[in-house]
């Protein structure tokens, strides 16, 4: 069975103050790592795909890197409105469909 | 740019009652999936549906829950007696026809069992 891990569960941090929220994952066969936002009482907004180990993605402040068995996300100078639940999900080999998801990550950003 | 819209944003049902609740995919999406989010845990996939029929189900789906496409552009979960443990926030999802790209999902529908 597929399995994601995200740690923190949860990030404070200043404005301009740069870290990284770690996605571990445990799957037959990856087929893709997915990274999503999600603001309180909102779905999750896409943002990432990773296929491979050591691809990379970036999107503004937002930069995604992928091992063999596990994802970072790193977070650049990061202002107040970064402030969300970011979540981490895989598609194993084992299902043409499901997504398995972490527990997410919950950024907070201080002014 | 296109997306995914579920209706009601909240919905507050008894026990024992049946619900339905709605989604309008995006347009040019073959693939449609319903998840749900009990409050404080995981985003939990329950069904995927293509081609109009389901294409894979978790156990959580038991036959309680139905899925049905009644026609070009609605998707519509049902359940059928709600149980309490029923109440979570259910997330409407598509994407388009190859399978490794990303799920775009809806802000999703409050479901409250009382």
């Known amino acids: 069975e597929d399995q994601v891990t995200q740690s923190p569960e949860a990030l404070r941090l200043q404005e301009g103050e740069s870290s990284s929220l770690n996605c571990s994952y445990t799957?037959?066969?990856?087929?893709?790592l997915f990274w999503y936002r999600q603001d309180p009482g909102k779905g999750p907004e896409f943002l990432f795909t990773?296929?491979?180990a050591g691809e990379e993605k970036e999107k503004e402040r937002l930069k995604a890197t992928l091992t063999k068995k596990e994802s970072f996300l790193h977070i650049t100078a990061p202002k107040p409105e970064d402030s969300a639940t970011y979540l981490c999900?895989?598609?194993?080999?084992?299902?043409?469909?499901?997504?398995?998801f972490g527990k997410g990550t919950l950024l907070t950003v201080n002014p | 740019e296109p997306e995914v819209t579920q209706t009601p944003s909240h919905q507050v049902t008894q026990m024992g009652q049946e619900v339905i609740l709605r989604c309008v995919p995006i347009?040019?999406?073959?693939?449609f999936y319903w998840y749900r989010q009990i409050l404080g845990q995981k985003v939990e996939f329950l069904v995927s549906?293509?081609?109009?029929?389901?294409?894979?189900k978790s156990e959580i789906f038991d036959d309680q829950f139905s899925v049905e496409r009644p026609d070009g552009s609605n998707f519509t979960l049902k359940i059928r007696s709600t149980k309490l443990e029923d109440s979570a926030m259910y997330f409407c999802?598509?994407?388009?026809?190859?399978?490794?790209?990303?799920?775009?999902f809806g802000d999703g529908t409050r479901l409250s069992i009382l």
């Open positions: 999802a598509s994407k388009p026809g190859t399978s490794n790209q990303p799920q775009h």
């Open positions: 799957v037959s066969g990856l087929r893709g």
């Open positions: 990773l296929y491979s």
């Open positions: 999900a895989v598609l194993g080999g084992g299902s043409n469909y499901k997504l398995t």
């Open positions: 347009s040019n999406h073959l693939y």
């Open positions: 549906f293509y081609n109009n029929e389901i294409s894979e």
